[in-house]
């Protein structure tokens, strides 16, 4: 009898939870690659790079990387998301000028469709209205419903942007899975500067300057043969 009043209250120790850790397990959810918003199928125009030699191994890999966190997309994506946290302008303002930013047709098709389709899940699974969104426009109006701490989210989110990619090298270069957590390791410290960044940026820091991540964007989009949507 009393083993089992023990094993009662250590399996109601265990179900308590903190307001931290459902932030934490709610954003692990949405990021994770099992969330229904097909970012497998994306691979962001390196797919062309890949074609075409730009990217080879896990060197060139975390410099192409690099530029798309620091430069392009990735950073005006991490500013936007934590814009629409912050609530800075409306949702439907934010999410223009998401859409105005995308260099090519594959980038828009990209943002829209995830974000669409992660705003369809969050309808259905939390009662959040944030459908007909781009992307980081969708999560960040998410985050702010739920009060998940911009510290939390936006990190969270570049990780996962860099997680894809690296996927993408991995089945394509071919890279070897440990070479890939080699260099998304690598990342983290660039991860956590930009979130921190993106965190107090304003409109004004949206900036982009990655041509050649543009350009394969584009090229992408007559690639023959390809696998990836982008």
């Not at 229904?36 to 896990?58: C, K, N």
């Not at 409306?90 to 980038?107: G, M, V, W, Y």
């Not at 956590?192 to 004004?204: G, K, P």
């Amino acid at each position: 009898m009393a083993m089992v009043a023990h094993i009662v209250m250590n399996m109601g120790h265990l179900h308590m939870s903190t307001p931290i850790n459902d932030q934490i397990l709610t954003v692990m959810q949405w990021l994770s690659p099992a969330f229904p918003i097909g970012s497998f199928a994306y691979s962001h125009g390196l797919e062309w790079a890949i074609s075409t030699g730009r990217v080879m191994d896990a060197a060139t890999l975390e410099s192409w990387i690099t530029d798309i966190l620091e430069h392009g997309s990735g950073r005006t994506d991490a500013i936007i998301l934590a814009l629409a946290v912050r609530e800075v302008l409306p949702f439907a303002k934010l999410n223009a000028l998401s859409i105005t930013l995308c260099a090519s047709q594959e980038r828009l098709s990209e943002i829209q469709s995830q974000g669409e389709a992660m705003g369809k899940v969050m309808r259905d699974v939390w009662k959040i209205g944030c459908e007909e969104m781009a992307l980081p426009v969708a999560l960040g109006a998410a985050a702010a419903h739920r009060s998940i701490p911009i510290e939390l989210i936006v990190p969270a989110y570049l990780h996962a942007f860099s997680s894809n990619l690296i996927s993408v090298a991995v089945r394509l270069v071919p890279l070897g899975q440990t070479q890939g957590q080699r260099v998304l390791l690598a990342l983290h410290p660039l991860i956590d500067a930009l979130a921190q960044v993106a965190s107090t940026a304003d409109l004004d820091d949206l900036t982009s300057c990655t041509f050649l991540s543009d350009v394969a964007s584009m090229r992408h989009e007559t690639q023959i043969p390809r696998i990836f949507k982008t």
